[in-house]
């Protein structure tokens, strides 16, 4: 079993920056890609930046580029996301994932990550 324990959540003004962390434990952690997700109030939970195994290879979405950075530590099994320059629209439980079964490619959709963490509030005051 893998387990994802995200932390580094909270209240930052507009502008602002946090640091989330998701450390994994129970699983292959080298060998997986990983992602961040979001989900707003009343909003489907959406991806927000992905890396793959080895750490080469970034995705993230339009409204994030530029702002967020995803990164990993393999040593550490865990995976990073820094958040510079938050906006109001940025709130939301973050969730972070883990994809077993990738080839390489960094999935976007929700249902391709195997598992998932509890989520991390991060709230933008503007």
């Known amino acids: 079993q893998v387990q994802l324990v995200e932390s580094g959540g909270g209240l930052v003004q507009a502008g602002g920056s946090l640091r989330l962390s998701c450390a994994a434990s129970?699983?292959?952690?080298?060998?997986?890609?990983m992602g961040w997700f979001r989900q707003a109030p009343g909003k489907e939970r959406e991806f927000v930046a992905g890396i793959s195994w080895i750490g080469g290879r970034t995705r993230y979405t339009d409204s994030v580029k530029g702002r967020f950075t995803i990164s990993r530590d393999n040593a550490k099994n865990t995976v990073y996301l820094q958040m510079n320059t938050l906006k109001s629209e940025d709130t939301a439980v973050y969730y972070c994932a883990a994809d077993s079964a990738t080839g390489g490619i960094i999935a976007t959709i929700a249902p391709e990550y195997d598992y998932w963490g509890q989520g991390t509030q991060v709230t933008v005051s503007s």
């Open positions: 129970g699983g292959t952690f080298s060998r997986y890609a």
